[in-house]
């Protein structure tokens, strides 16, 4: 089995900076892309960014320029550092591995639980 962990949500104020981490573990053969997706209440989850196990990146316009995502393939973790937050970056946050499992012959996403982040004054 594989299990995606994430930490480091919260409430912050307007332009405040926190760092997402997401930790993947279980028989992980290969990851390909990683990623953070985020829903807000009555919205559908979207795309926040993604990066490839080369460390290409992309990202939603509306966190270009104050978000970063980024990879440790050796300890199968992506973060997402956010700065320069926004009331309207509030949402749940969710973690994402495209990785095939050892014994497998295809790859499939995984997720994770999700984590809160909360921006206000």
């Known amino acids: 089995q594989v299990q995606l962990v994430e930490s480091g949500g919260g409430l912050v104020q307007p332009g405040g900076s926190l760092r997402l981490s997401c930790a993947a573990s279980g028989s992980i053969f290969s990851i390909n892309t990683m990623a953070w997706y985020r829903q807000a209440p009555g919205k559908q989850r979207e795309l926040v960014a993604s990066?490839?196990?080369?460390?290409?990146?992309t990202y939603a316009d509306s966190v270009k320029g104050r978000f970063t995502i980024s990879r440790d393939n050796a300890k199968n973790t992506v973060y997402l550092q956010m700065n320069s937050l926004k009331c309207e970056d509030t949402a749940v946050y969710y973690c994402?591995?495209?990785?095939?499992?050892?014994?497998?012959?295809?790859?499939?996403?995984?997720w994770g639980q999700g984590t809160q982040v909360t921006v206000s004054s």
């Open positions: 994402n591995a495209r990785l095939i499992m050892f014994g497998a012959v295809r790859f499939n996403d995984h």
């Open positions: 990066i490839l196990s080369g460390g290409s990146t």
